[in-house]
């Protein structure tokens, strides 16, 4: 198949972008970056035409679509920065993604979505990953939508980060009591469900929780890592109240002095408070995925 990636750059395009190579389809990839150092190390590798262009964009998505088979939609974000807004982005996106493929007539969309996204949701992040999927499941495409809980691999943002605060902190930060429930899923059982689901009819108007062995703590988590690494440390538990003047506080200052997307926000303080865990029988039986324990799955690189 020929098959139209976007969000194809970012940490869970790019073991997708592997995987679909490694299936033999051939790679359309769309870049908001085109002439970046790992977009076109990663278009050389998986032998991915790049089509420059972003979601935010409608032209540039229509001419992106000939000859496509396929699309794989993954744009996300987690932080907010100027006209990157969740809405914007998420919600915005999505209806534009959707109308280049029935413009096209790209019939199969598999659209990334996240667990906890349900209506009224409290988040904005889940609100406009819902209103994603509501476009998705009214487009009349072939469509298949897929939620997964916190993701986790070589090159996440999350276990790495405390990996990393473990090497040199005594202590490691944990916001509240640190108990909600995290259901974390290996980077390479999301890319592979996507890319299973491409020749699999049955997945076709399904949405599918996607989440690994193990329902664990926020502090189970952290308690994962240190054991992987073999490192004690101390958990300093910031009171919930502090963190949101924290978060207000890098919201205003890391977009208006720095240019970039804060570190941490308010929303995503809404979501920590959640718990994030799912039923991932169904696409484990359909996909064929193995869970593997975390702590054998974050040992696989943070040992490395
Ligand atoms: N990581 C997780 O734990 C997790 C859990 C549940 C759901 N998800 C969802 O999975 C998806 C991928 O997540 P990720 O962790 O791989 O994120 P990521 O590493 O931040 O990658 C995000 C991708 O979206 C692209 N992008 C952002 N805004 C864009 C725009 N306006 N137009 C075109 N491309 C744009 C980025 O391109 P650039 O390279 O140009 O920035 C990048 O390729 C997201 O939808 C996210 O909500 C992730």
């Given at each position: 198949m020929k098959v139209f990636v976007t969000g194809g750059s970012g940490f869970v395009g790019r073991e997708i972008l592997r995987q679909l190579h490694a299936a033999g389809h051939s790679i359309r990839l769309l870049a908001r970056h085109p002439n970046s150092k790992h977009v076109q190390q990663d278009a050389a590798r998986f032998n991915a035409e790049i089509h420059p262009g972003n979601v935010l964009d409608p032209a540039s998505l229509t001419t992106g679509l000939a000859n496509i088979d396929a699309i794989i939609h993954l744009v996300g974000i987690i932080s907010e920065i100027g006209s990157n807004t969740y809405e914007n982005v998420h919600t915005r996106g999505a209806q534009n993604m959707v109308t280049a493929a029935q413009q096209a007539g790209v019939k199969r969309f598999l659209q990334m979505s996240a667990l906890g996204t349900r209506p009224k949701a409290i988040a904005r992040y889940h609100q406009s990953k819902w209103a994603a999927e509501e476009i998705v499941r009214r487009s009349g495409l072939d469509w298949t939508i897929f939620r997964p809980s916190i993701i986790y691999g070589p090159d996440?943002?999350?276990?790495?980060?405390?990996?990393?605060?473990?090497?040199?902190?005594?202590?490691?930060?944990?916001?509240?009591?640190?108990?909600?429930?995290?259901?974390?899923?290996?980077?390479?059982?999301?890319?592979?469900?996507?890319?299973?689901?491409?020749?699999?009819?049955?997945?076709?108007?399904?949405?599918?929780?996607?989440?690994g062995r193990d329902v664990l703590s926020f502090v189970e988590v952290l308690d994962a890592i240190l054991a992987v690494t073999n490192r004690k440390r101390l958990k300093l538990h910031i009171p919930m109240g502090l963190a949101r003047f924290q978060a207000a506080a890098l919201e205003f200052i890391f977009p208006k002095l720095l240019g970039k997307a804060p570190p941490l926000n308010c929303d995503q303080l809404i979501m920590l408070g959640e718990d994030n865990s799912g039923n991932p029988e169904r696409a484990n039986a359909l996909f064929h995925l193995r869970p593997t324990p975390f702590r054998e799955g974050i040992a696989s690189y943070l040992k490395a």
């Open positions: 996440d943002q999350f276990v790495n980060l405390f990996a990393r605060i473990s090497k040199f902190s005594p202590a490691l930060p944990v916001i509240g009591s640190g108990q909600s429930k995290l259901q974390p899923v290996p980077v390479a059982d999301v890319a592979s469900s996507f890319v299973r689901a491409l020749k699999e009819p049955q997945s076709i108007g399904q949405t599918y929780d996607l989440a």
